[in-house]
């Protein structure tokens, strides 16, 4: 059975840094992307950031959010620099897409880890 945890979240002044880990156990993905996505109250979930052989961002984190992945340890990173009040959400670590990585259709999704910044 495939289980996704993620961990790191927490709050933050705003221009301040998070680094969320998410670990992936039951098999390997290094044939799979790996996204992060987020939703914050009242809003649907927004595509974040995907990596496959590339890495594509959101407009609204570009150049202010690094994702990465270690294929040993299983596992996909998203280093948030820069934070924004904005950027407040819970953040949920995605593998395997079924269709285009921005599209919140994913096969397998963790629990998801709240990040908050403030003003």
């Known amino acids: 059975q495939v289980h996704l945890v993620e961990s790191g979240g927490g709050l933050v002044q705003a221009g301040g840094s998070l680094r969320l880990s998410c670990a992936a156990s039951g098999r390997t993905f290094s044939d799979s992307a790996m996204a992060w996505f987020r939703q914050a109250p009242g809003k649907e979930r927004e595509f974040v950031a995907a990596?496959?052989?590339?890495?594509t961002y959101a407009d609204s984190v570009k150049g202010r959010f690094t994702i990465s992945r270690d294929n040993v340890k299983n596992a996909v990173y998203l280093q948030l620099d820069s934070l924004k009040p904005e950027d407040t959400a819970v953040y949920y670590c995605?593998?395997?897409?079924?269709?285009?990585?921005?599209?919140?259709?994913?096969?397998?999704w963790g629990q998801g880890t709240q990040v908050t910044v403030s003003s």
């Open positions: 995605a593998v395997d897409p079924k269709g285009m990585m921005e599209a919140p259709d994913y096969t397998y």
């Open positions: 990596i496959m052989w590339s890495r």
